[in-house]
């Protein structure tokens, strides 16, 4: 009874609090304990026992009353971090004023007018201590207290709440046989002796404890809370605007800022959802493990929301008291998370971050014999976002990443996910940010390198059986994606390809299932009506060709397949050279477009039948809720040009990043100049829809690089057809054999050099990645859920 007895206190004092007119004082202490002190609600009751319309009617009709309760709130947490919560009672208070500022904050930031609320400052609570003492008593006269020096009550909120998280017996087990006794020993305590989890900077695996997990969750709960402000304001264009919530809290004003870095990190790098090995155990035993690791990559991942194009670069040195982090200056950037982040140097550390990752990213792959029976996380996307940041701000990670083959149990995971999501719209997201990683990996030689390693794993995707490399398997999965994914990832197309091209001057030897995916693409973006149906899908053809002459120039000798795929269909090349530019024609393809859209044709693609165990990607399931997503830039301002040298350096192509087409080589007019050209040249009809035009076609259709490919055929196209008549052959092997023995020296016109499109931080990816991220964590708390039906501008609500 006493469960159902402290609900309907609670709820009573609920039902007062919503329809007393007149302010109840701040010294009123029985009114207001009601709320956290003889109760026992969990944070599931206090979402159901606090509804939303009544904390809106108490915003607006007694403001001052919502406004006492926030104050009481965070006054009984800074009293809990202060007195080091020893007695029952007290953590119980914490954990009930934590959960009640969990509900209320969000209809405080949906408020434009109560935005500044929590960052004015409360009489008497100074900075030199935390105590809000101007809360506990008459306010003082102005002029009686030093109010220049007080602390805003946002500032003693986080700084409340970073104390509780190290607090012994409480968070964090007690290295004493007495407890604490003074409220200095709390100050002095060194938390960086108090790390959650061993792993990075620090060796000593804490005693696991469900009771502390429980506690720790709750408290980063409120702390995300706290972060959400963001959800509140629209998408900036700018995307500066810095959240002063995680400004403060990442601040050298937040003393635990280096061990709660890295307890967050530690704690998700070395969970392992599979436990002991015993099939079935997340049946048996509930795993309170989870929840906590899913709000530190929350947590963590918000921490890091660092613009790095548009502020100093994070850079790899910097100055901490932390031994895993770099000794030398000069420092970082600001936010000590993100400062922290870049400067992490040890490779026993970077192992342990990247097995971290790899494992739980592999983690719905694992296939077992009894279905089920082990743990699939979901928190996969968070994951991808943190892998992100660590590449972003860390370059000694990304070359650590790209040293050894370990990238590929990054690869394979972010494969499966592409070709998993790429027929449910709401995913979308998903598939942008898989996309990105592997863009920013490709443009570093030893990605390409590394993709010539035999795929052997079989993890079960519905794409065509096929033996080969990790190439063939990239090669595969984008070719299933843009033939057979929603119509919503065609701005990707450019991006899947330039991965692609990146990729193909270190591509040892194709498949001849990839290698008739390459080719099935050139066949189906060379057709008429899709060259012709809008501005930019000649650049696809573009990158494929470029594909082609990279890998003839430079990986002849092991790529007889895909040479022997070129030579079977070689009317595309003829096709492509002898493009129609007379207006009858053009006319006639565009008749094509005035039929319903329809995906990109599969015939001709020779699917085969599809991996053992793997089940169809599958559209979402009408009603499913999905975040909207601000537009990505194109892949022009994404992608910077460097040009490999002889000895293996990168050179930058571009001074200062401009629009760029896909066609244009080094040696054409400045690209910007090119691609304004281009648009001039093609017409907008009066309703605004774009028109090809005969000069548009011949702008692009002359630089069309089938120089390589032309020669190619030439040479060997009759000495093929002549061992076919004299051999009488029609099996291919034979062919094969031959092409795997001949030799194009000094017949192909000279390698031009290679170009690869490095991705290049700027802030139109930083605010993708803002509305992306705040949109997985809000559709991901459903228990409690946070922010539902609360009024967020950062990005819209969706159903499929």
Same mark, same amino acid.
């Given at each position: 009874?006493?469960?159902?007895?402290?609900?309907?206190?609670?709820?009573?004092?609920?039902?007062?609090?919503?329809?007393?007119?007149?302010?109840?004082?701040?010294?009123?202490?029985?009114?207001?304990?009601?709320?956290?002190?003889?109760?026992?609600?969990?944070?599931?009751?206090?979402?159901?026992?606090?509804?939303?319309?009544? #904390?809106?009617?108490?915003?607006?009709?007694?403001?001052?009353?919502?406004?006492?309760? &926030?104050?009481?709130?965070?006054?009984?947490?800074?009293?809990?971090?202060? %007195?080091? *919560?020893?007695?029952?009672?007290?953590?119980?208070?914490?954990?009930? *004023?934590?959960?009640?500022?969990?509900?209320?904050?969000?209809?405080?930031?949906?408020?434009?007018?109560?935005?500044?609320?929590?960052?004015?400052?409360?009489?008497?609570?100074?900075?030199? /201590?935390?105590?809000?003492?101007?809360?506990?008593?008459?306010?003082?006269?102005?002029?009686?207290?030093?109010?220049?020096?007080?602390?805003?009550?946002?500032?003693?909120?986080?700084?409340?709440?970073?104390?509780?998280?190290?607090?012994?017996?409480?968070?964090?087990?007690?290295?004493?046989?007495?407890?604490?006794?003074?409220?200095?020993?709390?100050?002095?305590?060194?938390? *960086?002796?108090?790390?959650?989890?061993?792993? =990075?900077?620090?060796?000593?695996?804490?005693?696991?404890?469900?009771?502390?997990?429980?506690?720790?969750?709750?408290?980063?709960?409120?702390?995300?809370?706290?972060?959400?402000?963001?959800?509140?304001?629209?998408?900036?264009?700018?995307?500066?605007?810095?959240?002063?919530?995680?400004?403060?809290?990442?601040?050298?004003?937040?003393?635990?800022?280096?061990?709660?870095?890295?307890?967050?990190?530690?704690?998700?790098?070395?969970?392992?959802?599979? /436990?002991?090995?015993?099939?079935?155990?997340?049946?048996?035993?509930?795993?309170?493990?989870?929840?906590?690791?899913?709000?530190?990559?929350?947590?963590?991942?918000?921490?890091?929301?660092?613009?790095?194009?548009?502020?100093?670069?994070?850079?790899?040195?910097?100055?901490?008291?932390?031994?895993?982090?770099?000794?030398?200056?000069?420092?970082?950037?600001?936010?000590?998370?993100?400062?922290?982040?870049?400067?992490?140097?040890?490779?026993?550390? @970077?192992? @342990?971050?990247?097995?971290?990752?790899?494992?739980?990213?592999?983690?719905?792959?694992?296939?077992?014999?009894?279905?089920?029976?082990?743990?699939?996380?979901?928190?996969?996307?968070?994951?991808?976002?943190?892998?992100?940041?660590? *590449?972003?701000?860390?370059?000694?990670?990304?070359?650590?990443?790209?040293?050894?083959?370990?990238?590929?149990?990054?690869?394979?995971?972010?494969?499966?996910?592409?070709?998993?999501?790429?027929?449910?719209?709401?995913?979308?997201?998903?598939?942008?940010? /898989?996309?990105?990683?592997?863009?920013?990996?490709?443009?570093?030689?030893? @990605?390409?390198?590394?993709?010539?390693?035999?795929?052997?794993?079989?993890?079960?995707?519905?794409?065509?059986?096929?033996? /080969?490399?990790?190439?063939?398997?990239?090669?595969?999965?984008?070719?299933?994606?843009?033939?057979?994914?929603?119509?919503?990832?065609?701005?990707?197309?450019?991006?899947?390809?330039?991965?692609?091209?990146?990729?193909?001057?270190?591509?040892?030897?194709?498949?001849?299932?990839?290698?008739?995916?390459?080719?099935?693409?050139?066949?189906?973006?060379?057709?008429?009506?899709?060259?012709? %149906?809008?501005?930019?899908?000649?650049?696809?053809?573009?990158?494929?060709?470029? =594909?082609?002459?990279? #890998?003839?120039?430079?990986? @002849?000798?092991?790529?007889?397949?895909?040479?022997?795929?070129?030579?079977?269909?070689?009317?595309?090349?003829?096709?492509?050279?002898?493009?129609?530019?007379?207006?009858?024609?053009?006319?006639?393809?565009?008749?094509?477009?005035?039929?319903?859209?329809?995906?990109?044709?599969?015939?001709?693609?020779?699917?085969?039948?599809?991996?053992?165990?793997?089940?169809?990607?599958?559209?979402?399931?009408?009603?499913?809720?999905?975040?909207?997503?601000?537009?990505?830039?194109?892949?022009?301002?994404?992608?910077?040009?460097?040009?490999?040298?002889?000895?293996?350096?990168?050179?930058?192509?571009? %001074?200062?990043?401009?629009?760029?087409?896909?066609?244009?080589?080094?040696?054409?007019?400045?690209?910007?100049?090119?691609?304004?050209?281009?648009?001039?040249?093609?017409?907008?009809?009066?309703?605004?829809?774009?028109?090809?035009?005969?000069?548009?076609?011949?702008?692009?259709?002359?630089?069309?690089?089938?120089?390589?490919?032309?020669?190619?055929?030439?040479?060997? =196209?009759?000495?093929?057809?002549?061992? &076919?008549?004299?051999?009488?052959?029609?099996?291919?092997?034979?062919?094969?054999?031959?092409?795997?023995?001949?030799?194009?020296?000094?017949?192909?016109?000279?390698?031009?050099? #290679?170009? #690869?499109?490095?991705?290049?931080?700027? %802030?139109?990816?930083?605010?993708?990645?803002?509305?992306?991220?705040?949109?997985?964590?809000?559709?991901?708390?459903?228990?409690?859920? =946070?922010?539902?039906?609360?009024?967020?501008?950062?990005?819209?609500?969706?159903?499929?």
């Amino acid at each position: 009874m006493g469960s159902a007895d402290s609900k309907l206190n609670f709820r009573k004092a609920v039902i007062q609090l919503t329809t007393k007119t007149q302010p109840v004082e701040a010294t009123d202490d029985a009114f207001w304990d009601q709320f956290w002190a003889d109760t026992a609600t969990s944070v599931q009751d206090v979402f159901a026992l606090v509804p939303a319309a009544e #904390i809106r009617a108490v915003r607006e009709e007694s403001p001052s009353n919502l406004a006492t309760l &926030c104050y009481k709130a965070v006054e009984k947490l800074v009293q809990g971090a202060e %007195s080091g *919560c020893h007695s029952e009672k007290e953590r119980q208070i914490v954990l009930n *004023c934590s959960r009640l500022l969990t509900r209320v904050l969000p209809y405080i930031f949906e408020d434009p007018d109560w935005r500044g609320f929590f960052w004015s400052t409360v009489p008497g609570a100074g900075r030199g /201590g935390p105590q809000l003492r101007g809360l506990c008593g008459p306010c003082p006269k102005q002029g009686e207290d030093d109010d220049e020096n007080a602390r805003p009550l946002a500032e003693s909120l986080l700084l409340a709440i970073a104390d509780l998280l190290f607090c012994p017996d409480f968070t964090v087990q007690s290295h004493r046989r007495s407890t604490v006794d003074s409220a200095e020993d709390i100050h002095s305590l060194d938390s *960086c002796e108090y790390i959650w989890e061993a792993g =990075v900077g620090f060796a000593h695996s804490p005693q696991p404890n469900y009771i502390h997990d429980m506690n720790r969750m709750e408290l980063l709960k409120l702390l995300l809370t706290c972060f959400s402000e963001a959800m509140y304001l629209p998408p900036a264009p700018d995307s500066s605007s810095i959240n002063p919530w995680v400004q403060f809290f990442c601040s050298t004003e937040n003393r635990h800022a280096l061990p709660l870095f890295t307890s967050l990190l530690n704690t998700v790098c070395a969970y392992d959802p599979v /436990g002991y090995g015993i099939p079935y155990n997340h049946l048996l035993f509930s795993d309170y493990r989870e929840p906590l690791v899913e709000e530190a990559a929350q947590v963590l991942i918000v921490t890091l929301d660092h613009d790095s194009a548009t502020s100093a670069s994070p850079t790899v040195d910097g100055t901490t008291t932390g031994t895993a982090m770099d000794d030398a200056d000069p420092p970082g950037p600001e936010n000590l998370f993100v400062n922290y982040l870049s400067r992490i140097h040890r490779e026993e550390d @970077f192992q @342990f971050i990247l097995k971290g990752i790899a494992r739980l990213l592999s983690n719905p792959l694992l296939q077992t014999y009894l279905p089920n029976s082990t743990k699939k996380i979901q928190f996969h996307q968070e994951l991808l976002v943190l892998f992100w940041k660590l *590449c972003d701000f860390n370059k000694k990670f990304l070359f650590f990443v790209l040293k050894s083959s370990d990238v590929l149990d990054i690869l394979v995971p972010i494969l499966y996910f592409l070709n998993d999501a790429r027929a449910d719209q709401s995913r979308v997201g998903l598939m942008h940010i /898989g996309v990105f990683i592997l863009l920013l990996l490709s443009g570093e030689r030893n @990605f390409g390198v590394r993709l010539n390693k035999p795929y052997s794993v079989r993890v079960p995707m519905d794409i065509p059986v096929f033996t /080969g490399t990790h190439a063939d398997l990239l090669i595969v999965v984008f070719h299933k994606i843009i033939t057979s994914g929603h119509q919503r990832l065609q701005p990707l197309f450019d991006c899947l390809l330039t991965i692609v091209v990146n990729v193909s001057p270190y591509l040892k030897s194709l498949s001849m299932v990839a290698a008739n995916k390459l080719l099935h693409l050139l066949e189906a973006f060379s057709t008429t009506w899709f060259l012709f %149906s809008a501005a930019q899908n000649h650049h696809l053809v573009f990158f494929l060709l470029e =594909v082609f002459n990279n #890998i003839i120039q430079y990986q @002849f000798d092991g790529n007889s397949n895909l040479v022997y795929a070129i030579i079977r269909k070689r009317s595309v090349f003829h096709q492509l050279a002898n493009l129609p530019t007379d207006p009858p024609a053009i006319h006639k393809a565009l008749q094509w477009r005035r039929r319903p859209p329809e995906p990109l044709s599969r015939a001709g693609s020779q699917e085969g039948a599809s991996m053992e165990g793997s089940r169809p990607a599958v559209p979402a399931e009408p009603g499913t809720l999905k975040t909207s997503l601000v537009a990505t830039p194109g892949i022009d301002k994404l992608t910077e040009k460097s040009q490999v040298s002889e000895d293996g350096t990168l050179r930058s192509l571009e %001074s200062a990043p401009q629009q760029s087409s896909a066609e244009d080589s080094p040696a054409t007019e400045e690209p910007s100049q090119a691609w304004r050209e281009q648009r001039r040249l093609s017409s907008a009809s009066a309703s605004g829809q774009w028109s090809p035009t005969s000069e548009w076609i011949l702008s692009w259709k002359s630089k069309l690089p089938l120089q390589t490919i032309m020669r190619l055929l030439q040479v060997l =196209v009759p000495q093929v057809e002549k061992i &076919c008549i004299d051999k009488g052959l029609t099996d291919e092997s034979e062919i094969l054999r031959f092409l795997q023995h001949g030799t194009l020296v000094g017949l192909l016109p000279v390698p031009h050099p #290679i170009l #690869i499109r490095k991705y290049q931080a700027n %802030s139109g990816t930083a605010m993708w990645f803002r509305t992306y991220m705040w949109g997985v964590i809000y559709l991901r708390n459903v228990d409690p859920p =946070v922010w539902y039906d609360t009024d967020v501008k950062l990005f819209e609500i969706q159903r499929v």
